[in-house]
């Protein structure tokens, strides 16, 4: 399994970004996958996730701070997950990873994660 963002950008406060993590290995929808980010100084951080395809339920999550101005989605036919960003703040700047997780029959979760992709919100 391979994860590889791409995207990520300097923009100004307001503008609007989309970062994109293609997926090799398996279907973008078997994962349970999703965004985190790490900023200077500060731990990674969860931003949004969506449930793999057969999860129950099924659900999209979005971190307080980033409701209303962000959108994760997948494009299944070219295997790829995506994350809208609009409205952009300063306290948005991060290197931005995708993450999947794939779990077994049993339960047991393998984590895959991407190499990031730089962004930067200038005020």
């Known amino acids: 399994v391979h994860l590889v963002e791409s995207g990520g950008a300097l923009v100004q406060a307001g503008g609007s970004l989309r970062l994109s993590c293609s997926v090799t290995g398996n279907s973008v929808e078997h994962y349970a996958i999703g965004w985190f980010r790490q900023a200077p100084g500060k731990e990674r951080e969860w931003v949004s996730c969506?449930?793999?395809?057969?999860?129950?339920?099924?659900?999209?999550e979005y971190k307080d701070s980033v409701k209303g101005r962000f959108t994760i989605s997948r494009d299944v036919a070219n295997n790829t997950l995506f994350l809208q960003m609009d409205n952009l703040k300063p306290e948005d700047t991060a290197v931005y990873y995708c993450?999947?997780?794939?779990?077994?029959?049993?339960?047991?979760?393998?984590?895959?994660w991407g190499q990031g992709t730089q962004v930067t919100v200038s005020s």
């Open positions: 969506i449930s793999a395809k057969t999860a129950i339920p099924y659900r999209t």
């Open positions: 993450k999947g997780r794939d779990y077994d029959s049993t339960g047991y979760y393998t984590d895959y």
